[in-house]
Nanobody
Framework: QVQLVESGGGLVQTGGSLRLSCAASGFTLDLYAIGWFRQAPGKGREGVSCISGSDGSAYYDDSVKGRFTLSRDNAKNTVYLQMNSLKPEDTAVYYC?????????????????WGQGTQVTVSS
Protein backbone atom coordinates (compact mmCIF):
# COMPACT_ATOMS: atom_id res chain seq x y z
CA GLN A 1 0.00 0.00 0.00
CA VAL A 2 1.47 3.31 -1.13
CA GLN A 3 1.52 5.91 1.61
CA LEU A 4 3.11 9.33 2.08
CA VAL A 5 3.29 11.06 5.45
CA GLU A 6 4.39 14.68 5.86
CA SER A 7 5.79 16.14 9.05
CA GLY A 8 7.84 19.09 10.22
CA GLY A 9 5.36 21.92 9.86
CA GLY A 10 4.86 24.54 12.53
CA LEU A 11 4.85 28.21 13.43
CA VAL A 12 7.91 30.28 12.58
CA GLN A 13 8.72 33.98 12.33
CA THR A 14 9.52 35.76 9.09
CA GLY A 15 13.04 34.90 8.02
CA GLY A 16 13.02 31.61 9.89
CA SER A 17 13.47 28.07 8.63
CA LEU A 18 11.64 24.76 8.70
CA ARG A 19 12.41 21.35 7.27
CA LEU A 20 9.50 19.30 6.04
CA SER A 21 9.74 15.54 5.69
CA CYS A 22 7.84 13.25 3.35
CA ALA A 23 8.18 9.64 4.45
CA ALA A 24 7.15 6.98 1.95
CA SER A 25 5.99 3.43 2.48
CA GLY A 26 4.81 0.77 0.09
CA PHE A 27 7.27 1.77 -2.63
CA THR A 28 10.95 2.62 -3.10
CA LEU A 29 11.04 6.38 -3.07
CA ASP A 30 14.30 6.87 -4.98
CA LEU A 31 12.79 5.38 -8.13
CA TYR A 32 9.92 7.85 -8.26
CA ALA A 33 9.38 11.57 -8.49
CA ILE A 34 8.16 13.36 -5.38
CA GLY A 35 6.47 16.73 -5.62
CA TRP A 36 5.61 19.29 -2.98
CA PHE A 37 2.50 21.41 -3.19
CA ARG A 38 0.91 23.99 -0.93
CA GLN A 39 -2.53 25.38 -0.41
CA ALA A 40 -3.16 28.66 1.37
CA PRO A 41 -6.59 29.52 2.82
CA GLY A 42 -9.01 30.44 0.06
CA LYS A 43 -6.55 29.57 -2.70
CA GLY A 44 -5.94 26.64 -4.99
CA ARG A 45 -3.21 24.07 -4.54
CA GLU A 46 0.01 25.14 -6.22
CA GLY A 47 3.18 23.30 -7.08
CA VAL A 48 6.27 24.25 -5.10
CA SER A 49 8.97 21.82 -6.15
CA CYS A 50 9.69 18.34 -7.42
CA ILE A 51 12.58 15.91 -7.36
CA SER A 52 12.77 13.32 -10.10
CA GLY A 53 13.31 9.64 -9.48
CA SER A 54 15.59 9.12 -12.45
CA ASP A 55 18.54 11.41 -11.78
CA GLY A 56 17.43 13.35 -8.72
CA SER A 57 16.99 16.60 -10.62
CA ALA A 58 15.11 19.17 -8.58
CA TYR A 59 12.71 21.80 -9.86
CA TYR A 60 11.39 24.83 -8.02
CA ASP A 61 8.65 27.35 -8.54
CA ASP A 62 10.00 30.87 -8.99
CA SER A 63 8.35 31.93 -5.71
CA VAL A 64 10.64 29.63 -3.69
CA LYS A 65 13.73 29.39 -5.88
CA GLY A 66 16.86 30.17 -3.88
CA ARG A 67 15.05 29.70 -0.55
CA PHE A 68 13.79 26.10 -0.65
CA THR A 69 15.94 23.02 -1.24
CA LEU A 70 14.92 19.44 -1.88
CA SER A 71 16.94 16.44 -0.78
CA ARG A 72 16.37 12.71 -0.55
CA ASP A 73 17.55 10.11 1.98
CA ASN A 74 17.15 6.77 0.25
CA ALA A 75 18.05 4.80 3.37
CA LYS A 76 15.12 6.40 5.20
CA ASN A 77 12.86 6.43 2.14
CA THR A 78 12.25 10.10 2.86
CA VAL A 79 12.33 13.37 0.91
CA TYR A 80 13.05 16.63 2.71
CA LEU A 81 12.06 20.18 1.82
CA GLN A 82 14.35 22.65 3.55
CA MET A 83 12.65 26.04 3.69
CA ASN A 84 14.76 29.09 4.54
CA SER A 85 14.04 32.82 4.61
CA LEU A 86 10.37 32.10 5.12
CA LYS A 87 7.82 34.79 4.36
CA PRO A 88 4.21 35.24 5.51
CA GLU A 89 3.08 34.37 1.98
CA ASP A 90 4.59 30.90 2.46
CA THR A 91 1.85 30.16 4.99
CA ALA A 92 -0.11 27.15 3.74
CA VAL A 93 -0.76 23.47 4.18
CA TYR A 94 2.08 21.64 2.45
CA TYR A 95 1.52 18.30 0.74
CA CYS A 96 3.86 15.80 -0.86
CA UNK A 97 2.71 13.60 -3.69
CA UNK A 98 4.01 11.11 -6.22
CA UNK A 99 2.97 10.28 -9.76
CA UNK A 100 4.43 6.79 -9.24
CA UNK A 101 6.65 7.52 -12.20
CA UNK A 102 10.24 8.73 -12.36
CA UNK A 103 9.67 12.09 -14.06
CA UNK A 104 8.18 15.21 -12.52
CA UNK A 105 4.80 15.78 -14.18
CA UNK A 106 3.66 19.14 -15.43
CA UNK A 107 0.06 18.50 -14.50
CA UNK A 108 -1.07 18.21 -10.91
CA UNK A 109 -3.61 15.61 -12.03
CA UNK A 110 -0.76 13.21 -12.82
CA UNK A 111 0.11 12.88 -9.15
CA UNK A 112 -1.76 9.81 -7.94
CA UNK A 113 -0.85 9.45 -4.28
CA TRP A 114 -0.93 12.28 -1.73
CA GLY A 115 -0.04 12.76 1.89
CA GLN A 116 -2.38 14.31 4.43
CA GLY A 117 -0.51 17.64 4.62
CA THR A 118 1.33 19.60 7.27
CA GLN A 119 0.59 23.18 8.30
CA VAL A 120 3.24 25.87 7.92
CA THR A 121 2.51 29.27 9.43
CA VAL A 122 4.90 32.20 9.06
CA SER A 123 4.20 35.14 11.32
CA SER A 124 5.10 38.70 10.36
Amino acid sequence: QVQLVESGGGLVQTGGSLRLSCAASGFTLDLYAIGWFRQAPGKGREGVSCISGSDGSAYYDDSVKGRFTLSRDNAKNTVYLQMNSLKPEDTAVYYCATPLGSSCPIRRADYVSWGQGTQVTVSS
